[in-house]
């Protein structure tokens, strides 16, 4: 997974086991559970989510033990998203146990206890779910595009699938427009009055076209938008003259682990240098505690330490464009909700201008 995981924090029962330690190396943080403390090999991903891992000859002992039962009663009321993974092959040959009472367990665990089931070949393949589950559970799931997809046969096929993207148009229509005008480019510079030329294109349906093929692109989709605008005019985040000194600055923890601040910035009339975490949704606590960890290891950034060894004050801030009222409990950590509007305008200055420099 191309994404820093530094931020991900897993609970586990056995934190020095072969899957905490495999999460560790990945740079997730594991903290150890206590009170369930080798009895179980459970991972807790969020308040929600909890994963219990069992071998093929640990299933099976789950179940002549009834241990299997419990701990599912267990996951069913403490958590909403209970999730089991059964790693490796299940070997009978040992066992009093057989193919159909294992299915009927496996069966049970989703329909009675209400866990999903995931079969996993072995330990590197059961890190390798926890982790990606740990990451889009505390971090987020990437946008999905609910449009189906099917990959296109020939260049003609992949023309009418564009076309068929616009406003009321489907295989026909796209294929009428493909015939009229000869290509997708000269589709996309057609006039109002050229659509509704067109048989079953009306004013309304022509208008929609239009806008949807003229209209300037206006949307905040990544934290690395909010960067660009906020690199190009600070004076969105600050109101005095305030210095942009790095842009993805990167710092070590004592465990050598590396970590990519968003933007530093000074204020040389304060004499106070401010880490911004910028995110494009709603802030979280975990947001919050991710800040801390840049702000505790400040001074191990040859470019932080230089300012503080003046004595510059340090203060972290948590940005969005997503209205939310977070309240952060460290008085050193403020959070600012940015205009998206002049965001998009931002933006929209620097398309133009790099349009106008090509």
Known sequence: MDVDLSTVTVAATKPRGKIAQGLSEMGIRVVPIVEDEGNVDR??????????????GGFLKGIMEKTLFTSAIYLREHFHIPVLIVEGKINYE?????????????SSMMILYGQSVLATADAAETIEIIAMM?????????????????????????????????????????????????????????????????RGIGARKAKEICKVLTAEYESVDT???????????????????????????YLFTEGRDRH??????FNPKANELIIVELKRGRLEPAHEAQLCRYLDHAHQSPLLRAHLD?????????????PCD????????????VDRAKVIKTLKKLRKLRQSTE
């Not at 990451?135 to 003609?156: F, H, M, N, V, Y």
């Not at 309240?327 to 909700?337: L, N």
């Open 326 to 337: 977070f309240e952060p409990r460290g008085t050193h950590i403020g959070v600012q909700i």
């Open 94 to 106: 040992f066992s009093m146990m057989t193919p159909p009472a294992v299915r009927g367990a496996l």
């Open 223 to 249: 934290e690395k938008n909010l960067e660009d605008a906020i690199e190009a005019d600070p004076k969105l985040l600050f109101r005095p003259p305030t210095k942009l000194l790095a842009r993805q600055h």
């Open 134 to 198: 740990a990451r889009q559970e505390q971090i987020g799931i990437p946008g999905i595009s609910l449009i189906p997809k099917r990959r296109a046969a020939t260049l003609d096929d992949m023309q009418r699938r564009v076309i068929e993207m616009l406003p009321g148009c489907g295989m026909v229509l796209a294929r009428d427009l493909l015939q009229h005008f000869g290509s997708v480019q000269r589709i996309a510079n057609a006039s109002d009055q050229e659509f509704r030329s067109m």
């Open 43 to 56: 991972y807790v991903l969020s308040k929600r989510l909890a994963v219990e891992r069992r071998t093929g």
């Open 260 to 265: 990519f601040i968003d933007l530093v910035f």
């Open 310 to 322: 003046k004595g510059a004050q340090l203060r972290g801030l948590l940005a969005t464009v997503e």
